[in-house]
Structure formats: C-alpha cells, structure tokens
C-alpha cells in the first residue's frame, strides 16, 4: 500500500479555503486517493474521492497532478464546524480495507 | 436510510475479562471492517468479514476475533482484556467490488480496561 504524508496540523479562520495537500510517491496503477473526515468520538466520515484530475462535490474538491504522486484536498469557505481530523488514503477503492495515516488536524478559528 | 449502528457506545472492564462489540451494517451492506483506534497508534483495521467469512486480517494478536452472522450483522471479541486495549472501537460497512465504494462508520464502542 501506498505510503502517504500529510501535515500534522494545519490553522485557519472562517470563511477562508483550506488546502490540505498529501504525498503519495509510491501510488499504484489501481489506486485511487481518498479522504475522510473526523470529528472527536465519532467514526470518519467519507468527504472525497478521485484518480486522477480534479474531482469536486458539494463538500470540497479534489486536485490530482498527472503524475498522482501528491493531492490536495480543498475546502471553501470553512466554518467552525469544519474542526476535525482529516486523513489522505491511497488504496484499490473499495471500501472495506483502508490504511489510515495520521491525518491533519485542522482548527478553524473565529 | 439508517446508518452503522454500534452497541454498547461505551463499555468498563477488568484486565483479564473478555468482551464482545456488536455492529449493524447499513442494509444491503455484506463487508463489515473493524478498525482500532488509539491516541498513541492512530486508526489501525483490524478484520474484515464478507458473507460470513474473514477475508482480511490487520495485525493484531489472537485475543481479537470476530464474526459475521447471515444477515450481515458483525460482533468482534476481545479475550483476557490488556489495559492497552483501551480504545475507541469503530466499525465500517460497505459495498466490496463496486467501483468508488466509500465506507460507512458507526459511532464507535469506548472501550476502557480498568
């Protein structure tokens, strides 16, 4: 499986864009990149996923270079609510075995 | 439709006992995962079951087992309970084989090993 490398933690205000951006060098043919989101004592919870280009849905988007070695992943105009952990995955995309990383522990600030 | 459902959310044991962690996959669901999660060690999967059988293993001793009933329904069991086994115990459903699959998680049972 894939390696990945993401910020610890990362800072930002209301109604600003947070970037979060995730190496992955040794990314496979078959895999995709994902990222879920976690809130304290609660499971994670799906946000995004892609394989190559960009990929957007009502909640962020989802860059992806040609050669997929790194994404990043984009959140509009965050909100206090926006607090969480958020974790980059490489893997096959189902859904039923997934390597998680540490994550990037994002604050949002008022 | 309704979600992951995890029983009990939190749960208080003795070093040495034993417990058992129900899950609910969302309807139509067949692979149910479990995953481990510590402050030290992160999230870490730890089995996954499809129609009843084990199909994935993550690195964990003999002490946790698992097993899926008929209607897709999943307990997990922790035999002679180490303080170190204190951790928020997740589950996951999904739809294995799909393209673009997402997992589904529950709540989450608070296990402490007192």
């Known amino acids: ?110 | 439709k309704a979600g992951v459902t995890q029983t009990p959310r939190y749960l208080i044991k003795t070093r040495g006992q034993q417990v058992t962690l129900s899950c609910s996959p969302i309807s139509g669901h067949r692979s149910v995962s479990w995953y481990q999660q510590t402050p030290g060690q992160g999230l870490q999967f730890l089995f996954e079951y499809f129609s009843e059988t084990q199909r994935n293993k993550g690195n964990f001793p003999g002490r946790f087992s698992g097993r899926q009933f008929s209607n897709s329904r999943s307990e997990m069991n922790v035999s002679t309970l180490e303080l170190g086994d204190s951790a928020l115990y997740l589950c996951a459903s999904s739809h294995p084989g799909q393209p673009n699959t997402e997992a589904f998680f529950g709540q989450g049972t608070r296990l402490t090993v007192v």
Request: glycine share 8%; hydrophobic share 35%; aromatic share 10%.
């Open chain 1, 1 to 110: 499986l894939a390696k990945t490398t993401q910020p610890i933690s990362m800072d930002s205000y209301e109604g600003q864009e947070v970037n979060i951006t995730c190496s992955h060098n040794n990314i496979a043919t078959n895999d995709y990149i994902t990222w879920y989101q976690q809130f304290p004592s609660q499971g994670p919870r799906f946000i995004i996923q892609g394989y190559k280009t960009k990929v957007t849905n009502e909640v962020a988007s989802l860059f992806i270079p040609a050669d997929r070695k790194s994404s990043t992943l984009s959140l509009p105009r965050v909100s206090l609510s926006d607090t969480a952990v958020y974790y980059c995955l490489v893997g096959e995309a189902a859904g039923n075995k997934l390597t998680f990383g540490g994550g990037t522990r994002v604050l949002v600030k008022p």
